[in-house]
Nanobody, 124 residues
Framework: QVQLVESGGGLVQVGGSLRLSCAAS????????MGWFRQAPGKDREFVAR???????YYADSVKGRFTISRDNAKDTVYLQMNSLKPEDTANYYC??????????????????WGQGTQVTVSS
């Protein structure tokens, strides 16, 4: 089993920055592929960013150039640095762990483990 706990969410102004953290436990973190997803009220859960165990990354078009996913294997933690925040970024953000390296990493169903979510609200 893998346990994931997100933190760092909150209320920020448009154009501001926020860094989310996701602490993992239960397995060797360095072997996990990690993803960030977000879900706004009434909308489907959408892919935000992915980082593989080898540190390769991929981003949704909506956040490219603004968000950065990274990991610190010594701390068993994955981060999402969010800059230039927009009201459209308002959502509950979830950290997820994938044990495989498939081509469907943008789909929530590919991730076995999920955190509880942390709310990000961008105010205009």
């Amino acid at each position: 089993q893998v346990q994931l706990v997100e933190s760092g969410g909150g209320l920020v102004q448009v154009g501001g920055s926020l860094r989310l953290s996701c602490a993992a436990s239960g397995r060797t973190f360095s072997s996990l592929h990690m993803g960030w997803f977000r879900q706004a009220p009434g909308k489907d859960r959408e892919f935000v960013a992915r980082i593989w165990s080898g540190d390769r990354t991929y981003y949704a078009d909506s956040v490219k150039g603004r968000f950065t996913i990274s990991r610190d294997n010594a701390k068993d933690t994955v981060y999402l640095q969010m800059n230039s925040l927009k009201p459209e970024d308002t959502a509950n953000y979830y950290c997820a762990a994938d044990l495989t390296s498939t081509s469907y990493y943008m789909l929530p169903s590919n991730y076995r483990y999920w955190g509880q979510g942390t709310q990000v609200t961008v105010s205009s």
